[in-house]
């Protein structure tokens, strides 16, 4: 999916974001294949996610979308953990001032991936009846933040559920890219979990050129250099 914003945060933001979850253009990681059942995904792994919520999502609802993603992840042995939950206040209306404002805070220990999970207000909904919609956004410089619309507000959320954004998104934190089949994001979940040195603190990261981020620490300061507009690591 292509976007062309004019400037600012617009263009900061949307230069390190390739998860982008919206109702048109490419909206998938790819269609399930038989290699999903047939790779090695190795020994069972947690992936530790920290949780910015806004007031109207409840604790509830973000187990429930948790669930959801572990559901999918079982076969890969991943099971998504919440080291804390914390409130959190929308930066702005639009994804690309939610966005900045995620990209922006640091990732500290013990979190593996940061997620907010938003919820929807009157002006998403009018928005959701004249323009597409993004449901989500995970950034490309790491593949170690974003954000998922975790409530309803829209027709077009019939089709694209709270729980499928989330989903999608998560399948984004682990790296994987938009495609017609899921063959190269089974590979690269692979080869993520045996990347991921024996005792080591961090679940790896993924750059925009598909290398492995290695340390928390790494992943943050090429995070912030991608916002600063200047080359990563």
Not at 75 to 96: K, L, N, T
Not at 205 to 215: L, R, S
């Amino acid at each position: 999916m292509a976007h062309h914003p004019a400037g600012g945060i617009a263009a900061r933001c949307f230069a390190i974001a390739l998860g982008c979850l919206a109702l048109s253009g490419c909206t998938s990681v790819g269609v399930q294949t038989g290699m999903r059942h047939a790779l090695d995904y190795g020994p069972r792994m947690q992936l530790r996610v920290c949780v910015l919520h806004t007031p109207d999502v409840k604790p509830a609802r973000v187990d429930a979308l948790i669930r959801a993603v572990n559901d999918e992840f079982a076969d890969y042995g991943i099971e998504v953990v919440v080291p804390w939950s914390r409130p959190w206040q929308r930066a702005g209306f639009s994804h690309e001032r939610l966005f900045d404002d995620i990209a922006r805070r640091e990732l500290e220990a013990p979190c593996d991936r940061l997620v907010a999970f938003v919820d929807r207000n009157a002006g998403d909904a009018l928005w959701g009846l004249l323009m597409p919609e993004v449901l989500g956004m995970v950034d490309e410089a790491t593949h170690t933040r974003g954000y998922v619309v975790a409530t309803r507000a829209s027709l077009n959320q019939l089709f694209v559920s709270p729980a499928k954004a989330t989903v999608h998104e998560f399948y984004h934190l682990l790296g994987c890219p938009h495609a017609e089949s899921m063959d190269a994001c089974y590979q690269r979940i692979a080869a993520l979990k045996q990347a991921r040195a024996e005792g080591a603190d961090f679940v790896p990261g993924v750059d925009g050129e598909g290398e492995f981020v290695m340390t928390r620490e790494m992943a943050n300061r090429t995070l912030h250099l991608a916002l600063a507009g200047q080359p990563g690591m």
